[in-house]
T-cell receptor, first 114, second 111 residues
Framework: DTAVSQTPKYLVTQMGNDKSIKCEQNLGHDTMYWYKQDSKKFLKIMFSYNNKELIINETVPNRFSPKSPDKAHLNLHINSLELGDSAVYFC?????????????FGPGTRLLVL | SQQGEEDPQALSIQEGENATMNCSYKTSINNLQWYRQNSGRGLVHLILIRSNEREKHSGRLRVTLDTSKKSSSLLITASRAADTASYFCATDPQGAQKLVFGQGTRLTINP
């Protein structure tokens, strides 16, 4: 049973396109996150949601729009993709909001913008 | 802003040796966590140490925390080839409601 799943695993697209990444967790957690990991392996939080409510928006360009239809799902839509958006995007979840909790990560979505 | 910084950035040792990775951070924290990332995979939680703890063990892992020096170390004893991965520390800055990750230490265990 996959705890945190993401689709697609790989995404190759042209600059200027719009794309979405989906995330689902079956752990019953209230909080979900999106992280971006760049080519130097630096992992940075983008958004967090607690029970469908936005908690953290880490000064991400508004081309990135997260959506949480329910607490088990957190999707990420990216408009007008740029070369610098190429990275690995990880979804994660935890029981509650905050850094006191263990976070469970999905396998990642490798985005390449050409 | 980046909170945790791991040292060294890369470490290569022989199987059976011990591996030590260090993490330094800048602000007061509630706790510190260590995660492992195998190549092409997501991060996996290893251990959490709270700010009022100084040392914690889990199997072959030993974590220390020195809040006066704002630093932590992760020791993996009797390393195995399967320990080859990147290791990240993540801090929980007070009031931040998030984890802040370092850049990781890439550990290679040579058979």
């Amino acid at each position: 049973d996959t705890a945190v799943s993401q689709t697609p695993k790989y995404l190759v697209t042209q600059m200027g396109n719009d794309k979405s990444i989906k995330c689902e967790q079956n752990l019953g957690h209230d909080t979900m996150y999106w992280y971006k990991q760049d080519s130097k392996k630096f992992l940075k939080i983008m958004f967090s949601y607690n029970n469908k409510e936005l908690i953290i928006n880490e000064t991400v360009p508004n081309r990135f729009s997260p959506k949480s239809p329910d607490k088990a799902h957190l999707n990420l839509h990216i408009n007008s993709l740029e070369l610098g958006d190429s990275a690995v995007y990880f979804c994660a979840s935890s029981v509650n909001v905050g850094g006191r909790e263990t976070q469970y990560f999905g396998p990642g979505t490798r985005l390449l913008v050409l | 802003s980046q909170q945790g910084e791991e040292d060294p950035q890369a470490l290569s040792i022989q199987e059976g040796e011990n591996a030590t990775m260090n993490c330094s951070y800048k602000t007061s924290i509630n706790n510190l966590q260590w995660y492992r990332q195998n190549s092409g995979r997501g991060l996996v939680h290893l251990i959490l140490i709270r700010s009022n703890e100084r040392e914690k063990h889990s199997g072959r892992l030993r974590v220390t925390l020195d809040t006066s020096k704002k630093s932590s170390s992760l020791l993996i004893t009797a390393s195995r080839a399967a320990d080859t991965a990147s290791y990240f520390c993540a801090t929980d800055p007070q009031g931040a409601q998030k984890l802040v990750f370092g850049q990781g230490t890439r550990l290679t265990i040579n058979p």
